[in-house]
């Protein structure tokens, strides 16, 4: 199969939905498929926003709107069998362009905007853009060829109002070796921390991953160093003043911390997605804390500590108390979770199951 992936947004960059992207790409290729990836790279650089962050910003109209016409220019060129679009913004825009070129759609939900994109405007708009989420979720869902998603939560929002099949495939991960502990130790001293000795959140800081529910839990419990791995930190410090920051020099600085860290952290409540993160932390068998909903196939007290979707800033505080008081029930989660990794996330099956359900798509838009 030939297929367009394509992603409204910077490529390559060290954020989740990219490193999907660019991970589901070479699994495909992999398993036999020709992939081509349309971002805003191709743009010229007056077209590309300035802004690295996820959301709505200034610049993406126009963006959006050249990075349509390159999709209708490759599709006429290259006669993809269909377009595996991105996120909601790269499904609006090859949905338009299908009704030029009737290559078929499938789009990859990464998230659901019912639950996200209040995260990107005021407090006081939350409920006007949630219905505006909800909205665009429907529009989407109504005029794919396909919907694949990454957890159950996604199908059951979406399935019923979809205009084809809605399939869960999870993302999976590459597995590289282990980083060693001299380079565990070195990433660590610069961050000054000590290996095993802290907890970990990794990744950016968009106002979707509730860092402010992290940065209280911290003040809470200060004996046990939060440590905010990021490639971006900007105002971080600032904003969250008990919480560690370092601007991470490349993955492999990543890597190195989540494989030192004594835990690691996922404090989002917004449901409907897989963040990429929590492969990254099960790849590095760490004891994982997060909500209920937010780690999917992980089981609380088995292979994580999934707390009520009510809870606050003191029972993450306990969580983490709990979980650096205790090194062998930490080690047990991690390993668990770890072993979840290698059963549901090996990319060699996933691709093969992207690829069927792709090729089924297309045949039905036929």
């Known amino acids: 199969m030939r297929l367009a992936l394509i992603g409204a947004f910077p490529f390559p960059y060290a954020q989740g939905s990219q490193v999907y992207l660019a991970q589901q790409a070479s699994a495909l290729e992999t398993a ?29 109209p126009l963006a959006d709107a050249a990075l349509c016409a ?7 060129r290259d006669r993809f069998d269909a377009v595996l679009a991105h996120n909601a913004e790269a499904a609006v825009v090859s949905l338009l362009a299908r009704a030029v070129t009737g ?8 998230t659901l905007l019912a639950f996200e ?8 708009f939350a409920q006007e853009l949630d219905r505006t989420g909800h909205a ?26 979809a205009r084809g099949r809605v399939c869960v495939v999870p993302p999976g991960l590459e597995r590289a070796a282990d980083p060693t502990p001299e380079e565990q130790q070195a990433v660590c001293h610069r961050a000054g921390v000590e290996p095993g000795r802290f907890a970990l959140y990794a990744g950016n800081l968009d106002g979707y991953q509730d860092l402010s529910l992290l940065d209280e839990a911290a003040r809470l419990a200060p004996e046990v160093p939060v440590l905010v791995a990021t490639h971006d930190a900007r ?19 990543a890597r190195a911390l989540h494989f030192a860290a ?62 650096a008081s205790d090194p062998a029930r930490a080690e047990a989660l991690g390993k668990a979770a770890r072993a979840r990794l290698e059963a ?23």
């Open 235 to 253: 105002d971080g410090p600032t904003r969250h003043r008990h919480l560690r920051f370092l601007e991470i020099d490349g993955f492999g600085e």
């Open 32 to 60: 036999g498929a020709s992939c081509e990836i349309l971002s805003y790279a191709r743009l010229p650089g007056w077209l590309a926003p300035r802004r690295q962050r996820s959301g709505p910003g200034p610049g993406k």
């Open 70 to 76: 390159d999709l209708v220019r490759r599709c006429r």
């Open 262 to 323: 004594g835990a690691a952290v996922l404090t989002r409540r917004r449901r409907g997605g897989f963040p990429i993160k929590l492969l990254n932390y099960m790849e590095a068998a760490r004891a994982i804390v997060a909500f209920e909903g937010i780690a999917p196939g992980l089981r609380d007290g088995e292979s994580a500590v999934l707390l009520d979707p009510a809870a606050g800033a003191p029972q993450w505080a306990d969580a983490l108390r709990a979980l």
């Open 136 to 161: 665009i979720d429907g529009w989407i869902a109504r005029r794919a060829n396909g919907i694949l998603v990454l957890s159950e939560d996604a199908r059951v929002c979406l399935e019923s109002r």
């Open 117 to 124: 994109l209040s995260a990107y405007g005021p407090v006081r």
């Open 103 to 110: 290559v078929p759609v499938v789009y990859v939900a990464h």
């Open 344 to 366: 549901a996330h090996d990319w060699p099956k996933l691709a093969r199951r992207t690829l069927d359900f792709v090729a089924a798509a297309a045949k039905g838009a036929a």
